[in-house]
């Protein structure tokens, strides 16, 4: 019986090492940022396209046109992200249309924007549903988190707005 020849067995470990290689390298890709999910972010874009799929090849179903709305990553698949708007509706956008800066939006009904997280504090500002401000800070253990709306900085209660988890610690 004749046994195998060097080149052979050359060949075949040379074969075994391209295929170990290219796994490696395909399963350091990652599938997305590796930042915790669901996360809130805001609108870099004036104009951004939100679609029915993970890429430009899926079908546009809405058009925001509002710079620093908050949004909310529920998924990610490679540089595309799903989102959730203040209502719910959910579509993938390129990640390059969304900023990590904190943004939020007023909801429920017209709010006041006060001098101290408290709820005798005297309020600087009256803020109507639907207006977007920046999110600046939510302590722990706080019903409360500061904002900034307008020029204005203020104190506003978790629930009095979309784009903060209720427990989440903002600095």
């Given at each position: 019986?004749r046994s195998?020849?060097?080149?052979?067995?050359?060949?075949l470990?040379v074969?075994?090492?391209v295929v170990?290689?290219?796994?490696?390298?395909?399963?350091?890709?990652?599938?997305?940022?590796?930042?915790?999910l669901?996360?809130?972010?805001?609108?870099r874009?004036?104009?951004?396209?939100?679609?029915?799929?993970?890429?430009?090849?899926?079908?546009?179903?809405?058009?925001?046109?509002?710079?620093?709305?908050?949004?909310?990553?529920?998924?990610?698949?490679?540089?595309?992200?799903?989102v959730?708007?203040?209502?719910g509706t959910?579509?993938w956008?390129?990640?390059?249309?969304?900023?990590g800066?904190r943004a939020?939006?007023?909801?429920?009904?017209?709010?006041?924007?006060?001098?101290?997280?408290e709820?005798?504090?005297?309020?600087?500002?009256?803020?109507?549903?639907?207006?977007?401000?920046?999110?600046?800070?939510?302590?722990?253990?706080?019903?409360?988190?500061?904002?900034?709306?307008?020029?204005?900085?203020g104190?506003l209660?978790?629930?009095?707005?979309?784009?903060?988890y209720?427990?989440?610690?903002?600095?």
């Amino acid at each position: 019986m004749r046994s195998p020849s060097r080149p052979w067995i050359f060949a075949l470990a040379v074969a075994i090492a391209v295929v170990f290689t290219v796994i490696g390298v395909a399963s350091a890709v990652p599938d997305g940022s590796g930042l915790p999910l669901p996360r809130f972010v805001s609108l870099r874009a004036d104009k951004a396209k939100m679609r029915t799929g993970p890429g430009v090849q899926y079908p546009e179903d809405w058009v925001y046109v509002r710079r620093g709305l908050p949004l909310e990553i529920i998924a990610e698949h490679h540089t595309w992200r799903k989102v959730r708007d203040w209502q719910g509706t959910r579509g993938w956008m390129h990640q390059s249309l969304l900023s990590g800066e904190r943004a939020l939006m007023v909801i429920g009904e017209t709010r006041d924007l006060r001098q101290r997280p408290e709820e005798k504090s005297l309020p600087i500002a009256r803020v109507e549903v639907g207006v977007v401000g920046q999110l600046l800070a939510c302590p722990e253990g706080s019903e409360w988190c500061r904002v900034e709306i307008d020029g204005f900085k203020g104190w506003l209660k978790r629930a009095e707005f979309w784009g903060v988890y209720s427990e989440e610690v903002v600095e």
